[in-house]
T-cell receptor, first 115, second 115 residues
Framework: KQEVTQIPAALSVPEGENLVLNCSFT??????LQWFRQDPGKGLTSLLL?????REQTSGRLNASLDKSSGRSTLYIAASQPGDSATYLC??????????????FGTGTLLAVQP | GAVVSQHPSWVICKSGTSVKIECRSL??????MFWYRQFPKQSLMLMAT?????????EQGVEKDKFLINHASLTLSTLTVTSAHPEDSSFYIC???????????FGDGTRLSIL
């Protein structure tokens, strides 16, 4: 059974700092991995999608990497801003059969960027 | 980009009432949509996978008769919470994706409060 864990559970940093969020998964047979952010009381906003054949994806100040063999992904945020404050979730999509339909979510990292 | 619209965003009603939540994919067709439930400070829990033109697939422990799902068209899925009780109060979020290789997008969620 796939399990997805995110470390740390919470993080507080001063504005301008670069930071890394970690995501680990137990089953490396994934189809792809997606990073989201969730603001309080809102749905999820998709940030980056990495296919299983890719090693990284970039969008603006965000860079996500994927090391499938070790079951790890990182989300790097450069020059953090107070507007980056949110909960960040990673989710993996399994490769096998009907389970390919499902996203399995991590536990989330609550990020606070202090002005 | 792809957008998923969810309505209503907030519902307060009396115990015993049935509540319908709509989920629409606005600029793509979705043969599959997903319904999630989220408790405070927890990650998303998949309730069911909604399949256009056929029965929904429910996750273990989710009551089919309590949470009725209808996927009547390629752009609309509905979740009806039947005879809702206070324990059904939660944040419900729908999701859809154009294809397996594209990002999965989420609605803004529905806050359901049963008095």
């Amino acid at each position: 059974k796939q399990e997805v864990t995110q470390i740390p559970a919470a993080l507080s940093v001063p504005e301008g700092e670069n930071l890394v969020l970690n995501c680990s998964f137990t089953d490396s047979a994934i189809y792809n991995l997606q990073w989201f952010r969730q603001d309080p009381g809102k749905g999820l906003t998709s940030l980056l999608l990495i296919q299983s054949s890719q090693r990284e994806q970039t969008s603006g100040r965000l860079n996500a990497s994927l090391d499938k063999s070790s079951g790890r992904s990182t989300l790097y945020i450069a020059a953090s801003q107070p507007g980056d404050s949110a909960t960040y979730l990673c989710a993996v999509r399994q490769r096998a059969g009907g389970a390919t339909n499902k996203l399995i979510f991590g536990t989330g990292t609550l990020l606070a960027v202090q002005p | 980009g792809a957008v998923v619209s969810q309505h209503p965003s907030w519902v307060i009603c009396k115990s015993g009432t049935s509540v319908k939540i709509e989920c629409r994919s606005l600029d793509f067709q979705a043969t599959t949509m997903f319904w999630y439930r989220q408790f405070p400070k927890q990650s998303l829990m998949l309730m069911a996978t909604s399949n256009e033109g056929s029965k929904a697939t429910y996750e273990q422990g989710v009551e089919k008769d309590k949470f009725l799902i209808n996927h009547a068209s390629l752009t609309l899925s509905t979740l009806t919470v039947t005879s809702a009780h206070p324990e059904d109060s939660s944040f419900y979020i729908c999701s859809a994706r154009p294809t397996l290789d594209t990002p999965q997008h989420f609605g803004d969620g529905t806050r359901l409060s049963i008095l």
